[in-house]
């Protein structure tokens, strides 16, 4: 459904030559001819983050080691979000599992590592407790033969996303680097967990002496151990299984999170849009990937994280690893739900005080997203000040007078995201005004997909662009 919008606010209507192919267990190599790494099924993706799968060095405390014991959300044989906090007291085995998501571009693949507790605990203080625990990480790994090549890693805690270098290169973009990635027998990026909050960081001295002088390692398997004990300085270790995030449950029965994530109602997985069901101390308090958002990193929004992995790298980094042959182009990425394809903008009025040319740029929102999540695109990403009118401007990230980051590793048109559909996609063309609010120019709200790659008349500017639901 398309809306044409002639007032502003809510919407009426609401270099690799080389591919892999998994045979028995082995790669066999080929020529692709079109210099693109490419897998093709499941099973491929499964290989590969077993390959780069991290050693998680989980503190624990001895109060109660069992709420520092990673796992299944369906644990407890159930994937009601409600009864975790209670169920975790009443399992005698914890198995351990880690969630992954593979989504690949042209030029890489980003691998994610989704890591749920039952508990997130304090002994003593409640505002520090909430039912179930969700946290991850992030690889960026090049498509350069063979598993690849590491290029970077991030990371959540408690809301903030923290990156690590491992390429050489690599500087600071719209957030600062905060270390750089160690890697265990030459492909599992070291990763710490912290005890009861259970936020997620590159490896430092905490991996090399438990703090506390208690921990336990968890390492890629073929089994989900449940862990016996949580003391010892590192020496305990146990091996986790991998499910896919998309998983339907026919592999092991286990089902993945994005394959759920309509699952939402009182007794369901989920609250809201992105949020786990849970009632104890605080509710729905934890949250998925495709919701995750860090408010002070730059041009990154609401999802990236799990949506548009390669937006997040080239915002929050820079550096020869990422200045070129980075593609935005998804050539396989199951877990997104729109992609936004912008062509070029024109502005039709002089908007500006005393007749002056308009500086258009495209904000495009989400409408019925979570509070603080409805922004997909604003002036950050692309401005044209002082436009002809009747003249057609090129959109590109960065491009002309953008009022974000300037420079990307491709010439990026695109952008992905997830929103919970049916969504309401208004795309709105306003003219920066620097002395008072900005002045709207027309919109138009989409639910759905829509080709206006020929344009579209919005009032006082036009635009090209197509939106996919996917």
Same mark, same amino acid.
């Given at each position: 459904?398309?809306?044409?919008?002639?007032?502003?606010?809510?919407?009426?209507?609401?270099?690799?030559?080389?591919?892999?192919?998994?045979?028995?267990?082995?790669?066999?190599?080929?020529?692709?001819?079109?210099?693109?790494?490419?897998?093709?099924?499941?099973?491929?993706?499964?290989?590969?983050?077993?390959?780069?799968?991290?050693?998680?060095?989980?503190?624990?405390?001895?109060?109660?080691?069992?709420?520092?014991?990673? &796992?299944?959300?369906?644990?407890?044989?159930?994937?009601?979000?409600?009864?975790?906090?209670?169920?975790?007291?009443?399992?005698?085995?914890?198995?351990?599992?880690?969630?992954?998501?593979?989504?690949?571009?042209?030029?890489?693949?980003?691998?994610?590592?989704?890591?749920?507790?039952?508990?997130?605990?304090?002994?003593?203080?409640?505002?520090?407790?909430?039912?179930?625990?969700?946290?991850?990480?992030?690889?960026?790994?090049? *498509?350069?033969?063979?598993?690849?090549?590491?290029?970077?890693?991030?990371?959540?805690?408690?809301?903030?996303?923290?990156?690590?270098?491992?390429?050489?290169?690599?500087?600071?973009?719209?957030?600062?680097?905060?270390?750089?990635?160690?890697?265990?027998?030459?492909?599992?990026?070291?990763?710490?967990?912290?005890?009861?909050?259970?936020?997620?960081?590159?490896?430092?001295?905490?991996?090399?002496?438990?703090?506390?002088?208690?921990?336990?390692?968890?390492?890629?398997?073929?089994?989900?151990?449940?862990?016996?004990?949580?003391?010892?300085?590192? &020496?305990?270790?146990?091996?986790?299984?991998?499910?896919?995030?998309?998983?339907?449950?026919?592999?092991?029965?286990?089902?993945?999170?994005?394959?759920?994530?309509?699952?939402?109602?009182?007794?369901?997985?989920?609250?809201?849009?992105?949020?786990?069901?849970?009632?104890?101390? *605080?509710?729905?308090?934890?949250? @998925?990937?495709?919701?995750?958002?860090?408010?002070?990193?730059?041009?990154?929004?609401?999802?990236?994280?799990?949506?548009?992995?390669? @937006?997040?790298?080239?915002?929050?980094?820079?550096?020869?690893?990422?200045?070129?042959?980075?593609?935005?182009?998804?050539?396989?990425?199951?877990?997104?739900?729109?992609?936004?394809?912008?062509?070029?903008?024109?502005?039709?009025?002089?908007? $500006?005080?005393?007749?002056?040319?308009?500086?258009?740029?495209?904000?495009?929102?989400?409408? $019925?997203?979570?509070?603080?999540?409805?922004?997909?695109?604003?002036?950050?990403?692309?401005? *044209?000040?002082?436009? =002809?009118?009747?003249?057609?401007?090129?959109?590109?990230?960065?491009?002309?007078?953008?009022?974000?980051?300037?420079?990307?590793?491709?010439?990026?048109?695109?952008?992905?995201?997830?929103?919970?559909?049916?969504?309401?996609?208004?795309?709105?063309?306003?003219?920066?005004?620097?002395?008072?609010?900005?002045?709207? @120019?027309?919109?138009?709200?989409?639910?759905?997909?829509?080709?206006?790659?020929?344009?579209?008349?919005?009032? =006082?500017?036009?635009?090209?662009?197509?939106?996919?639901?996917?």
């Amino acid at each position: 459904m398309v809306i044409f919008n002639p007032t502003p606010g809510r919407p009426a209507g609401i270099p690799a030559v080389l591919a892999i192919v998994l045979l028995s267990g082995c790669f066999a190599e080929y020529d692709t001819g079109n210099n693109l790494f490419e897998l093709s099924n499941d099973d491929q993706y499964r290989d590969l983050a077993e390959h780069w799968a991290p050693r998680l060095y989980q503190d624990t405390d001895d109060s109660y080691y069992k709420g520092e014991y990673i &796992t299944n959300f369906n644990f407890d044989g159930d994937y009601n979000g409600k009864n975790n906090w209670a169920n975790l007291a009443n399992v005698t085995s914890v198995p351990a599992h880690v969630y992954y998501a593979v989504s690949e571009t042209e030029t890489h693949y980003f691998i994610g590592y989704y890591i749920f507790h039952p508990r997130d605990w304090h002994e003593c203080l409640s505002l520090d407790r909430h039912e179930n625990d969700w946290e991850g990480a992030v690889l960026a790994v090049a *498509k350069d033969g063979g598993y690849g090549s590491l290029v970077a890693l991030e990371t959540l805690a408690h809301s903030r996303i923290y990156q690590y270098a491992y390429a050489s290169g690599i500087v600071s973009g719209t957030d600062n680097v905060d270390g750089t990635v160690r890697l265990y027998d030459g492909s599992h990026p070291e990763i710490f967990i912290e005890a009861k909050g259970h936020g997620v960081y590159g490896c430092d001295s905490r991996c090399d002496s438990a703090p506390g002088g208690d921990g336990i390692v968890y390492y890629a398997g073929p089994t989900a151990d449940s862990p016996t004990g949580g003391s010892g300085n590192w &020496t305990r270790e146990y091996s986790y299984r991998l499910i896919a995030m998309d998983a339907d449950g026919s592999f092991d029965g286990n089902e993945g999170l994005w394959h759920r994530r309509y699952d939402i109602c009182d007794t369901c997985t989920f609250g809201s849009w992105g949020a786990l069901r849970g009632d104890d101390y *605080k509710t729905n308090a934890a949250n @998925m990937p495709w919701f995750w958002d860090d408010s002070n990193d730059g041009q990154s929004y609401a999802g990236d994280f799990g949506c548009n992995p390669a @937006m997040l790298f080239d915002v929050h980094l820079s550096g020869t690893p990422l200045d070129s042959n980075f593609s935005h182009t998804y050539i396989n990425h199951p877990y997104r739900t729109h992609t936004i394809d912008i062509d070029s903008v024109r502005s039709d009025k002089n908007r $500006d005080p005393f007749g002056g040319r308009s500086d258009i740029y495209v904000r495009v929102i989400a409408h $019925d997203s979570p509070a603080g999540t409805d922004k997909v695109l604003d002036a950050d990403a692309w401005k *044209k000040n002082s436009a =002809d009118p009747g003249t057609w401007y090129s959109f590109r990230y960065g491009g002309h007078n953008a009022e974000g980051q300037t420079h990307f590793g491709d010439t990026v048109s695109k952008h992905s995201f997830c929103r919970e559909a049916p969504a309401s996609i208004e795309v709105a063309v306003y003219d920066s005004d620097g002395v008072d609010s900005d002045d709207y @120019m027309g919109s138009i709200a989409i639910e759905g997909s829509a080709d206006f790659s020929s344009g579209i008349d919005l009032g =006082d500017a036009r635009i090209k662009f197509v939106l996919t639901e996917h």
